[in-house]
């Protein structure tokens, strides 16, 4: 396979200024990364940054596409994976991959949806098909439809509710986890920890996904 | 029951201040949320805002902690009420009030985690053990527990990884339906509301306690 040609000029300034942005929002947070930070970061002047890009909105919503971890196209090969494997070992995959990715999508995710402007930016640019946040859910829906249809699993479930009930699981603990990150100080911190399980992922991982594949009604 | 009495002097002009705050960060969001707006909407001046609050973090933090419906607060008196009714039917209806909470808490919280100095400010204020992010699903866990205890789920399951499976779901859906809110001219915005079910949250709610309560496993 041939490598891709190395970044020069123009698209070499872009991406170091994209590079930057991304640095910067996850370590000091979006409302405190100013276009004059992005610039120092990326060792640039902020004339050479606008002659990149038009504003500080337009750079949120290009980190945003182009430097996370590509979560929705994983998600898309799931469905011709099924039959092989085990369902829980697939979808333990999806909860190890799905914590992180939204761990480091929170903050930028919580600054657009705080504005309407900047959520309308994105959403226009975003091809809603391949990307929009409803798709790794919908990926998995499409994979437990295959695996119902294998006889994998109970043909009485809805694969919808199901792949919502993981996905969401998943973005829940990126928000707590994020919310009690650095709270060492924190009074009852012991406990919350506890409660969270901060620290432990993989464990969270094992029992959200024995918790959606074992008979829950009794009898 | 003897009514509050009303409020008067400061604590109308306070009460006042939130509630216009409040009503901003829902409609134009937090970002175009300034206190010049919050003045003009609260009908006083900006030096009497600032007489009473410190600064737009301190406001949002209160708007945060004293102007959302009280979600915790209900799901504490959940663990009382092991027994009666049936588990799905306590079930929906958490599944019902978190969907709204969250819709409203949503910009807010976004806006939060997306500040490193806006968190340590709301973290600091809160009391964790009534009111941190983590509580529904741990008085959930418990209430889950308790019907454990009573034989009316099986004893196989794990309470607290079954509480934040329901919980992230609803998270995640309010999250979902923000983002496509308003999605009219969207392109393909019928496939996705098809996917997300924006307009029928009684039928996600439905599915997804369904999904929680039913047996997965095949045979």
């Known amino acids: 396979m041939a490598a891709n040609p190395p970044l020069t000029g123009g698209a070499l300034t872009q991406a170091r200024i994209l590079d930057a942005a ?3 929002m996850s370590s000091i947070g979006i409302t405190r990364t100013t276009t004059k930070e992005i610039a120092r970061e990326a060792g640039c002047s902020e004339a050479t940054l606008y002659k990149h ?4 909105e337009e750079i949120f919503v290009r980190v945003l596409h182009e430097r996370l971890p590509p979560f929705a196209e994983m998600l ?3 469905p011709a994976q099924a039959g092989s494997s085990t369902v829980a070992a697939h979808l333990t995959e999806v909860a190890r991959a799905a914590v992180p990715f939204y761990r480091r999508a929170f903050p930028m995710a919580g600054a657009v949806a705080a504005s309407a402007d900047l959520l309308a930016a994105h959403r226009a640019k975003l091809d809603l098909a391949v990307a929009g946040p409803h798709m790794p859910s919908a ?3 499409e994979y437990l439809r295959a695996e119902q249809a294998l006889g994998r699993i109970s043909a009485a479930v809805d694969p919808a509710a199901l792949a919502m009930l993981l996905i969401g699981a998943c973005f829940h603990r990126a928000f707590l986890t994020l919310f009690f990150d650095g709270g060492e100080e924190l009074a009852g911190a012991e406990q919350v920890r506890a409660a969270v399980r901060v620290e432990q992922d993989e464990q969270f991982v094992l029992a959200t996904v024995r918790a959606l594949l074992e008979p829950v009604a009794q009898g």
Chains 1, 2 share one sequence.
Not at 53 to 56: A, L
């Open 53 to 56: 890009f038009r504003d500080k």
């Open 22 to 24: 991304a640095r910067l």
């Open 76 to 78: 898309a090969e799931l």
């Open 139 to 141: 990926h998995l829906a």
